[in-house]
């Protein structure tokens, strides 16, 4: 498997820090990449590795930022295949609708997470000295050449690429120069010019990839529910990872899988699966002496289930053997 996708027809490697752990993301940002040197006013870009403290509960939130001479950009890519329904309209987190040959889907909506993440985002230090307008829109690019894109707004459904749901636009990425070309034309005047300069771009660059590294801490919210972040090791797997976690004074489990490692085609089956054994530990919930179920959340690339604190673990070793299976298949 390649570490990058550098392709040597391009006037410089626009590369900088380490890349994505993904085949498809190292593939899409290379597309990406290609598609950004057909335009000559983003000549000078560059695309960086995502800052760790961009989020204070997690260590990765963007796939990628592109800094170029209209400002940076964040970029949450994504491989699902088959016909794709982006609701631009909501803040429901479940409003990505896939169907493929694996079936229908309900999944995360990566408009809803990039919109909430601008807004941290364009609070980084680094930032600060960017205008709001060089610094608060973000990209969703589908990476799959099997991907049909649609994007409902405002009761209207248009084909990506889509720039009309105010910060936060959709595109494949062979549609993205044509569209960031568009945008840039729509924010800055069709007689464009650069608003930042090499040497200005190098500088951003050289401050995003120089940021320290902060451990994460404390607790997230998942749902309705606080998270505390240290793991429970005597009761988690190599399938899943067992939490404490808290829902008013009552304490409870949480079993989080982690989808990050799997492509979509993988991700979409998995979750079914997941979301099928759920279903099954619920309707144990009455049964005498079965830890009893009470919600599951799907956040980015974790699925998880929360189940009544027990010593006894019989819902564990279910999902466990499920789990094992699945893997051996």
């Known amino acids: 498997m390649p570490s990058h996708f550098v392709n040597h027809h391009w006037p410089y490697n626009p590369f900088v820090g380490p890349q994505e752990d993904r085949l498809h993301e190292r593939r899409g940002l290379a597309e990406i990449a290609t598609e950004l040197f057909k335009q000559q006013m983003f000549e000078g870009f560059r695309i960086v590795s995502c800052p760790p403290i961009l989020n204070e509960n997690s260590s990765r939130l963007f796939d990628g930022l592109l800094v170029y001479p209209f400002g940076v950009i964040p970029l949450e890519l994504k491989d699902h295949h088959g016909a794709i329904t982006i609701d631009m309209g909501t803040n429901k987190r479940n409003s990505l609708l896939v169907e493929n040959d694996l079936g229908t889907s309900y999944l995360s909506n990566p408009a809803t997470k990039l919109r909430e993440s601008l807004r941290r985002f364009g609070d980084l230090p680094q930032l600060k000295g960017l205008t709001p307008e060089l610094k608060n829109a973000g990209l969703v690019i589908f990476t799959s050449h099997h991907a049909e894109v649609e994007c409902v707004f405002d009761g209207q459904s248009t084909p990506a690429p889509f720039m009309h749901a105010g910060e936060v636009m959709v595109a494949k990425s062979t549609q993205l120069s044509e569209l960031l070309f568009q945008f840039c034309r729509t924010r800055f005047g069709k007689k464009l010019k650069k608003r930042l300069t090499d040497s200005e771009i190098n500088q951003l660059v050289k401050d995003l990839t120089t940021l320290p590294t902060q451990p994460v801490q404390g607790a997230i919210t998942v749902g309705d529910y606080e998270l505390e972040l240290t793991p429970i090791q ?75 604190k027990s010593p006894y673990d019989n819902v564990g070793k279910m999902v466990t053997n499920a789990a094992s299976e699945r893997s051996t298949t």
């Open 234 to 308: 005597a009761e988690s797997t190599d399938y899943f990872t067992v939490y404490n976690a808290h829902l008013f004074n009552e304490q409870v489990w949480a079993k989080c899988f982690d989808l990050d490692h799997l492509s979509a085609v993988h991700r979409q089956s998995e979750l079914q699966s997941l979301g099928r054994e759920a279903l099954v530990l619920k309707r144990l919930s009455r049964v005498e002496g079965v830890q009893r179920y009470q919600d599951k959340e799907l956040v980015d690339d974790k699925f998880y289930v929360f189940v009544e």
